[in-house]
């Protein structure tokens, strides 16, 4: 039987690459987007993939009922869910030193997508991950979550809020679901790359002369790692899982 896995974020960046990774290894796939300029994508996404394996829902993570329509809509269409990858984010561009750079608004709706988001697509698809043999949740946090950097304060602080929920909902959902986290560090063609591609490119050159492996990450080296994570890991759960190329490894923040 034909498995199924619901991806929020699914029709750009690392939530694109996902989409294209599973329907690649014969996966049904429901995927979600927000932005109406990905709409063509995910339709396009719908019309390329093999045997109408694929389905998409504009759905806002920070409304419940959007949540739920995207599991029902996955559910009813394919049978199941067996697999939930939470990949979409939110954030905006401020320094860290410009504390006036971020308002109340700022705060509340990075961690409304980051944070509270998850939470709401994994509530509305736990039970259908429960059934049979049980499924597997991975959600896209970030490297900035780990050493409180990144875009912002409010995307960092955000994240860090989204690898302790990792670890909560590892611990209800088990036995019959395993509930992970990646953090990836810079990636092409990510949404730092898309803001600002003076900042990537200063970044970039930091993390090659930093990181031991002197590599910057591609969505599909995440989606390959989210896959794994979704399908043989079967002894992982409640783990946050650094995508950085080594950067730890010289303490850089």
Known sequence: MTRTAVITGGASGIGLACTRHFLREGWNVALS???EDEKAGADALVEEAPDGRAVALRSDVTKDDECRALAALAAETFGGIDALVSSAGATRMVPHHDLDGLSMDDFMMTTAVNTAGPFQIVRA???ALKAGEGGSVVIVSSYGAIWGTGSSIAYAASKGATNTLTMSLARVLAPKVRVNAVCPALISGGFVERM?????????EL???RAPLQLVGR?????ADVYWLSTGARLITGTVLSLDSGLHLNGDS
């Open 207 to 209: 993390q090659e002369r």
């Open 125 to 127: 698809c736990a039970e």
């Open 219 to 223: 969505p599909e080296d995440v989606a």
């Open 33 to 35: 987007y927000y932005l």
């Open 196 to 204: 600002d591609k003076g900042i990537f490119d200063a970044r970039v």
